[in-house]
C-alpha cells in the first residue's frame, strides 16, 4: 500500500497525472463533519476556494490534507469521500471520459487560483474526480497519521474498468496472480498509487461501485473506539493485511473509509 508521492510540506513535487492527489467529502452538516474529524485526526480547517461555495480544507500541522463540503439542500446525493486524480488538461481528460463510457456530472470548472476540476463517473457508476492543479497541486503532506493512505475502487469486476482507467488516466495495471482474487493495481511511473477490487455480488445493494478510501492511523483499537464514541460506525471487525492493520468504518453521516495502521 504504497503511493506515488512528491515531498511534504508546502513545496512538494506536483503529482503525475493519474496520481490520487486529494480527497473530498459533500455533506449536509459541515460544521458536525468538522467536529467529527477534528477530534478522529487532529484536522484543523480553513474556508475556501469560495467558488466550491460551503468548503472547507482540512490541515495537518498548517498543511493542505482534504477537503470537505455542503451538499445542496435541493439535491439527494451520496455522502461519500471522493479521490480526486491528478490531469495535465482536466477538460482533455473530461472528454476521453465521455468517449470510453464514463460520464462527467459536475465541470470541468475553475476552483478560484487553486486549480481546475470535474467530478465523472467510469462507465460501471462509481464516482471520481480530475485535478488539474494550479496554486494547489493537491494534499501537501502524508505518511502520518489522519493522512490519506490508499484509494481502492470496489466494482463488480475489474476487466472492463481496469481497461477504462488505464486509457483514460495512462495507469499500468498489474493484476493478482492468483484465479481466486480479482484484483488489479494501478501503477504510474512503476509506482502503485491505487488499486481496483472485483468483489461481485459482495458490492453493498446501497452503494454499488464506488471508490473507498484509507486513512492512516498510529493505534487502529484506539482510532475505532474514538470514532464510535463520535457517532461513527464500525462498519466491520479490524484485520490483519499484508499492508496493515485495516479496518472499514463510517462517519455520523454514513460516509465509508477505511482506517489503516500500516505495519513496520
Known amino acids: 500500500m504504497t503511493e ?39 484536522w484543523e480547517f480553513r474556508p475556501g476556494p469560495q467558488q466550491l461555495g460551503a468548503y472547507v480544507r482540512a490541515l495537518l500541522g498548517g ?15 451520496p ?35 487553486a486549480g481546475r476540476m470535474a467530478i465523472g463517473s467510469d462507465p460501471a457508476g462509481a464516482v471520481f474526480g480530475i485535478w488539474q492543479g494550479a496554486e494547489h497541486s493537491g494534499a501537501a503532506v502524508s505518511e502520518m497519521p489522519g493522512t490519506p493512505a490508499w484509494n481502492e475502487l470496489r466494482t463488480f469486476d475489474t476487466v472492463g474498468v481496469a481497461k477504462f482507467y488505464e486509457t483514460v488516466f ?3 495495471p498489474v493484476a493478482a496472480v492468483s484465479p ?19 468483489v461481485g455480488n459482495a458490492l453493498p445493494r446501497d452503494r454499488g461501485p464506488h471508490w ?5 492511523v498510529a493505534e487502529m483499537e484506539r482510532a475505532l473506539e474514538r470514532l464510535a464514541e463520535l457517532g461513527g460506525q464500525v462498519l466491520g471487525a479490524a484485520r490483519d493485511s499484508e499492508h496493515g492493520r485495516v479496518a472499514l468504518v463510517a462517519d455520523p453521516e454514513g460516509a465509508r473509509f477505511a482506517l489503516v495502521r500500516r505495519s513496520g
Open 79 to 113: 455522502v461519500a469521500w471522493t479521490p480526486y486524480l491528478a490531469s495535465d488538461d482536466v477538460d482533455a481528460t473530461a472528454d476521453l471520459v465521455r468517449l470510453c463510457g464514463g460520464t462527467i456530472g459536475v465541470g470541468p470548472l475553475d476552483a478560484a487560483e
Open 180 to 198: 481466486d482474487i480479482d484484483h488489479v493495481t494501478l501503477l504510474v511511473d512503476g509506482r502503485p498509487v491505487a488499486g481496483i477490487d472485483g
Open 4 to 42: 506515488a508521492r512528491g515531498s511534504t510540506g508546502a513545496g512538494r513535487a506536483r503529482y503525475a497525472p493519474g496520481t490520487p492527489c486529494w480527497v473530498s467529502l459533500m455533506v449536509h452538516g459541515l460544521e458536525a463533519t468538522q467536529d467529527f474529524y477534528r477530534e478522529l485526526f487532529g
Open 170 to 172: 495512462g495507469f499500468e
Open 63 to 77: 498543511r493542505e490534507v482534504a477537503g470537505i463540503g455542503t451538499l445542496p439542500p435541493d439535491r439527494q446525493l
Open 212 to 216: 473507498m478510501t484509507y486513512f492512516e
